[in-house]
């Protein structure tokens, strides 16, 4: 099994930035994507960016230019740096990992709330 433990949220002003990174532990050796979504109320869980053992990442269009994310080559970390932060980037953002059997694994969250 792998355990995902996510940290860095907070309350910030639109326009701000905010880092959020998520440690890895367990079964790590068959991951091979790892990336982060979010939910935001009364919305549906969405991809925000994901990062492949390759080092291809995609991200959501709503993100793209502000949003970077990157992970360490052991695959014990996978951080989020949010920049330009809107509203609307309001969500419990969740770190999430697949293995090759295509299991995903998820963290319990971290709130990320920007005011205007």
């Known amino acids: 099994q792998v355990q995902l433990v996510e940290s860095g949220g907070g309350l910030v002003q639109a326009g701000g930035s905010l880092r959020l990174s998520c440690a890895v532990s367990?079964?790590?050796?068959?991951?091979?994507?790892m990336g982060w979504y979010r939910q935001a109320p009364g919305q549906q869980r969405e991809l925000v960016a994901i990062?492949?053992?390759?080092?291809?990442?995609n991200y959501a269009d709503s993100v793209k230019g502000r949003f970077t994310i990157s992970r360490d080559s052991a695959k014990k970390w996978v951080s989020l740096q949010m920049n330009s932060l809107k509203p609307e980037d309001t969500a419990v953002y969740y770190c999430?990992?697949?293995?090759?059997?295509?299991?995903?694994?998820w963290g319990k969250g971290t709130r990320v709330t920007v005011s205007s």
């Open positions: 999430n990992a697949r293995d090759s059997s295509m299991i995903n694994y």
């Open positions: 367990g079964s790590i050796n068959e991951l091979n994507a």
């Open positions: 990062i492949y053992i390759g080092s291809m990442i």
